[in-house]
């Protein structure tokens, strides 16, 4: 291409508009390079975890008991939360993260009918309470304004 500029062929801006795009092409190709780079290696990476956990899962096959040394191989860390008390009843949630594949979830089953019917009812139970005492207040209230009405009057 220089060659035509030099002999005439290219005027000078047209080849510093190729030129430019030539250039701005490199830069995104030395760019993409490094994200897919990027890409494979952490594919190696998440390809050797897995292979190394499967060894791990192959080592125990029977957890018909939990032993320490399982533990110690198997969990990286336990992260323990705040307690929540939002929904009327103490709850804490706790993150495990095992080696080699990070957090994991475990799946919640589904409730059972009576679950579900024991769930309520607790709900119910916890909502008349709360109204039981929030009348308790009220009427506790009311007769102390009364005691002070007939102190004043009196």
């Known amino acids: 291409m220089s060659e035509d500029n030099v002999s005439g062929k290219l005027s000078d ?26 890409e494979l290696d952490d594919f190696t990476a998440d390809s050797t975890k897995i292979d190394k956990f499967i060894n791990l899962v192959k080592k125990y096959t029977d957890f018909s008991e939990l032993t320490p ?20 009843e103490r709850t804490q949630t706790a993150d495990i993260y095992l080696n080699f594949i990070g957090k994991f ?31 308790y207040a009220a009427r506790q209230k009311q007769k102390k304004l009364e005691e002070e009405a007939k102190k004043k009057t009196a």
């Open 13 to 38: 801006k047209r080849f510093e508009l190729l030129s430019q795009e030539y250039e701005q092409e490199q830069t995104e190709l030395e760019q993409s390079i490094i994200k897919l780079q990027a």
């Open 69 to 88: 040394q399982m533990l110690i191989e198997y969990i990286e860390k336990i992260v323990v939360h705040d307690a929540d008390y939002s929904t009327g």
């Open 105 to 135: 979830d475990v799946p919640s089953p589904e409730p059972t009918p009576e679950e579900i019917a024991a769930e309520e009812k607790a709900r119910r139970k916890r909502a008349q309470a709360r109204e039981a005492q929030r009348r």
